[in-house]
């Protein structure tokens, strides 16, 4: 069975500073997809970035960026320039090609300080 | 215009009564999900329909019920709730047409459903 793992509860980052968040899955599967989504306060789930594993480039959407390391099973979220609005719970999720279920990790609370 | 929505945002009820949460999608996509968010925030999925055919029953208790009546619409009936059953429900969909894979799934606003 997939797994999906964030080693990290809590996370902090001043504002307008660099911080990278952590992720890795577990698949025996070669085709799959992998995505992050934010949760804030208001409990909405946005999509933030999302990333096909037989693509070698890291995907980009603005100041968020992936590092993709498919042979170790890793999938990083990097914030550049954070803002107050990014702070929000941050979900890793995977999703195997022949089915279209999300398997979401544990979630990752980052806190940005002004 | 809202992209997925679902009704109702909050729901209080009392043990052993049913309830209904609704979802409709407006994005055309011909997949539809459940996902429950227990109190840790963790999230998993329920049920899953494209084009109004079950094709993700997760271990789920048999007192939860999805009908999709149509690709844009998928709702969740609970019987006899328990207080596990509070939590947050979202509703989801995505475009799966065939094997590739258009797009992340879109997520409904969500409902907090408290059992007292």
């Known amino acids: 069975a997939q797994t999906v793992t964030q080693s990290q509860p809590e996370m902090s980052v001043q504002e307008a500073e660099t911080v990278t968040l952590s992720c890795t899955y577990d698949?025996?599967?070669?085709?799959?997809?992998l995505f992050w989504y934010k949760q804030p306060p208001s409990r909405q789930m946005i999509l933030v970035i999302r990333?096909?594993?037989?693509?070698?480039q890291n995907a980009t959407e603005n100041r968020f960026s992936v590092n993709f390391q498919k042979a170790a099973k890793s999938f990083s979220l990097k914030i550049s320039d954070s803002q107050l609005g990014d702070a929000a719970m941050y979900f890793c999720?995977?999703?195997?090609?022949?089915?279209?279920?999300?398997?979401f990790g544990t979630g990752t609370l980052l806190a940005v300080q002004p | 215009d809202t992209a997925v929505s679902q009704t109702p945002k909050y729901l209080v009820t009392q043990m052993g009564n049913d309830k209904s949460i609704k979802c409709e999608q407006n994005?055309?996509?011909?997949?539809m999900y459940w996902y429950k968010q227990d109190s840790k925030k963790f999230l998993k999925i329920m049920f899953s329909?494209?084009?109004?055919?079950?094709?993700i029953n997760e271990t789920v208790p048999n007192r939860f019920s999805p009908k999709s009546p149509d690709k844009a619409h998928l709702n969740l009936h609970i019987n006899s709730l328990e207080l596990g059953d509070s939590a947050v429900y979202f509703c989801a969909s995505s475009q799966d047409k065939g094997a590739v894979h258009l797009g992340g799934q879109f997520f409904g606003p969500g409902t907090r459903l408290t059992v007292l």
């Open positions: 990333q096909e594993a037989y693509k070698q």
């Open positions: 329909y494209n084009n109004k055919e079950l094709i």
């Open positions: 698949t025996s599967e070669s085709d799959y997809y």
């Open positions: 999720a995977y999703r195997g090609g022949a089915t279209n279920k999300l398997i």
């Open positions: 994005l055309g996509h011909d997949t």
